[in-house]
Each structure stands twice: as C-alpha cells, then as structure tokens.
C-alpha cells in the first residue's frame, strides 16, 4: 500500500514539472534599434538595456540594424517570434514613417506588441560653435532674407526631424534645405564642417554634444515656457503652433502573452523610476515617463494621425 502511495504521489510530482512553464526569462534578450551606434537613441537604449538587464538577470544586448528611418529593425521585429526575446526599441520616427510612406511591409500599429514609454524629450536646433547665427532669432532673420540658401539635417526622410523641420519652416514662411542622413554622428559631422547650417536631432544626442561646446543650442520643440536649457527659446515663441516631443519606448512582436508585456511593462518602470536611470534620463534633456501598454499604444496612434495632416498640409511628397 505504501509503495502504491509513493508511486502515485512521484507520478504526480513528475506530471506537474513536466506541466510548469518555463521562467521567463532564462536566456539573452535581444533589443532591436534601427539607428546606428553613437546617436540619440542608442545612448538611451544601452543605459536601459543595461539597467533592465541587470533586474531581470539576464543581459538585454542591443543590436543595431540601421535603415529606413528604423523600418529595417521595425520590420524585423514585426515577423519575430512572440517569446519576449526579441523586442524593439522604438523611436517616434516609427510614427512618421507611417505617416509618410505610401505603403509599409508591416502594420503600425497592429504588428506589435506595446510594452511601454521610456522618456520624452523635445528636439534640439544646434549650429556650429562658429555658425554665424548668434541665435533662432537670427537664423530666422537671415534664412527670410536668402531664401534656399540655408540648410538642415535630420536622420533620415520621415523622421521626426525632418517632419518637425519642415512644419516649422513653412510656419515660419522660410524655405531652408533639407539634407537627411541615416541616423549616428553624420548630421553632426556635416554641421560642424560647414556643409549644414542647422542640425535637428534629439536633445539626448544635442545636448551631449553642447557640453562638450561642440555645438550651441538655439532653439527647442518643448511647449512654450518648458525649454529645458535656461535662456534658450522654444520654436513656439516664434511659431505658437509647432510644440512636439520625440518619444523612446520599447515594444515587441505581436502576440507577446499579456503576461510577459505586463512584467516587462512594471521592470520598465522600476528602471525609469530608479535614481540613477531617472536623473541621466533628465540630464539628457528627457521626462521619464511611466505608461501602460495600452496608454503607448494609444500615444502612438496619435503621433501617426498628427503627423499624416502634417505631411497634408506642407504637401510633403509620399515615399
């Protein structure tokens, strides 16, 4: 009777280990980034990964896939598998390129998980040390007066950069250059040798680069009275209507289980809220954010929408 009852029981020990799932995680996870090394977002992706890395106990290694304005990675991820590694590190050009392109291999919005926000920030307008513009001011004064004889940079076509700069000028009633790159440390390179007059980029990437007096900062996105650099103006004390901050977040496949996005989403948390996190999130011109799932998704359907009657209005030609 006894051996019965001990075979019966080691039975049902072995049936319930063989039923339990396995902890998530228990391997490497891969974060995707579609812009090179060194620009804005890769300093902000490296600091999370290694923070959420650390609290899960496994390492988040980013990876780099360059292109497209981040389709290249978006696309990627799109098609991954649901098992939570592989995520995306998504910038806001995600909605521009939605808003610009005819046509995507993938659906914006419905070919992805939303895990969460990691921080907003406005864009940055910088020029050269030497630039001749002393300040928005008069780069708008100069830029009435030649027109198309001045330029700017973005990362890419449809980017934030280019969509906000284009908004911007036709707001302002100049006609300015636009020469795109793909993303990394080209805009700076081009600024700081004289063929860019003006560089729009993130204020993670400008502001690394303003402490080191490798630029000036002349002018911010942020909402009128927020600049986030005293003395320094925002575009809408100019413009009253062009106000917008980029956004940096992570999201996944479709189809993740609501489980691993919610564990994801709370550890993400835990990482923005962290002292450490928080402060170089701030320092790099950034707000820490802390959103649901569903909130993100919900910011980037607007992003997209704005952004479409952006690309009416200015009669920004379809790619």
Same mark, same amino acid.
């Given at each position: 009777?006894?051996?019965?009852?001990?075979?019966? $029981?080691? @039975?049902?020990?072995?049936?319930?280990?063989?039923?339990?799932?396995?902890?998530?995680?228990?391997? +490497?996870?891969?974060?995707?980034?579609?812009?090179?090394?060194?620009?804005?977002?890769?300093?902000?992706?490296?600091?999370?990964?290694?923070?959420?890395?650390?609290?899960?106990?496994?390492?988040?290694?980013?990876?780099?896939? *360059?292109?497209?304005?981040?389709?290249?990675?978006? %696309?990627?991820?799109?098609?991954?598998?649901?098992?939570?590694?592989? =995520?995306?590190f998504l910038a806001s050009a995600h909605a521009t390129n939605a808003a610009i392109k005819k046509s995507q291999s993938f659906d914006p919005i419905n070919d992805f998980s939303w895990i969460g926000?990691?921080?907003?920030?406005?864009?940055?307008?910088?020029?050269?040390?030497?630039?001749? @513009?002393?300040?928005?001011?008069?780069?708008?004064?100069?830029?009435?007066?030649?027109?198309?004889? $001045?330029?700017?940079?973005?990362?890419?076509?449809?980017?934030?950069?280019?969509?906000?700069?284009?908004?911007? @000028?036709? %707001?302002?009633?100049?006609?300015?250059?636009?020469? *795109?790159?793909?993303?990394?440390?080209?805009? $700076?390179?081009?600024?700081?040798?004289?063929?860019?007059? =003006?560089?729009?980029?993130?204020?993670?990437?400008?502001?690394?680069?303003?402490?080191?007096?490798?630029?000036?900062?002349?002018?911010?996105?942020?909402?009128?009275?927020?600049?986030?650099?005293?003395?320094?103006?925002?575009?809408?004390? @100019?413009?009253?209507?062009?106000? $917008? %901050?980029?956004?940096?977040?992570?999201?996944? *496949? +479709?189809?993740?289980?609501?489980?691993?996005?919610?564990?994801?989403?709370?550890?993400?948390?835990?990482?923005?809220?962290?002292?450490?996190?928080?402060?170089?999130?701030?320092?790099?011109?950034?707000?820490?954010?802390?959103?649901? *799932?569903?909130?993100?998704?919900?910011?980037?359907?607007?992003?997209?929408?704005?952004?479409?009657?952006?690309?009416?209005?200015?009669?920004?030609?379809?790619?």
């Amino acid at each position: 009777m006894l051996l019965v009852t001990l075979s019966i $029981y080691l @039975f049902g020990c072995s049936h319930i280990a063989q039923a339990a799932p396995g902890v998530y995680p228990d391997r +490497p996870i891969k974060l995707l980034l579609g812009f090179p090394p060194g620009g804005g977002s890769d300093i902000i992706a490296r600091l999370i990964a290694k923070s959420l890395g650390d609290r899960l106990g496994v390492p988040v290694v980013v990876d780099n896939r *360059p292109g497209a304005g981040g389709n290249i990675a978006a %696309e990627i991820a799109s098609k991954a598998s649901p098992d939570g590694y592989t =995520l995306l590190f998504l910038a806001s050009a995600h909605a521009t390129n939605a808003a610009i392109k005819k046509s995507q291999s993938f659906d914006p919005i419905n070919d992805f998980s939303w895990i969460g926000l990691v921080t907003t920030y406005p864009l940055a307008m910088s020029v050269a040390p030497n630039s001749e @513009f002393k300040n928005f001011a008069d780069f708008i004064k100069l830029a009435k007066v030649n027109p198309d004889k $001045y330029s700017y940079s973005s990362v890419g076509v449809g980017s934030a950069m280019h969509l906000v700069g284009e908004w911007m @000028f036709s %707001e302002l009633g100049l006609i300015v250059k636009h020469i *795109p790159f793909k993303g990394g440390t080209a805009p $700076y390179t081009e600024l700081a040798a004289g063929r860019v007059d =003006l560089m729009i980029d993130t204020m993670t990437y400008s502001l690394a680069l303003l402490k080191d007096f490798q630029v000036r900062i002349i002018a911010t996105s942020a909402p009128k009275g927020r600049s986030p650099l005293a003395g320094v103006p925002t575009v809408s004390e @100019f413009a009253a209507k062009v106000v $917008y %901050e980029s956004w940096l977040g992570v999201s996944g *496949p +479709p189809g993740m289980s609501k489980n691993i996005v919610d564990s994801l989403n709370a550890e993400l948390k835990e990482v923005v809220n962290s002292p450490e996190v928080k402060q170089k999130l701030i320092e790099f011109g950034g707000t820490p954010q802390l959103v649901s *799932p569903a909130q993100f998704r919900s910011r980037v359907e607007q992003d997209i929408s704005n952004f479409k009657k952006i690309v009416i209005t200015n009669n920004i030609n379809l790619e």
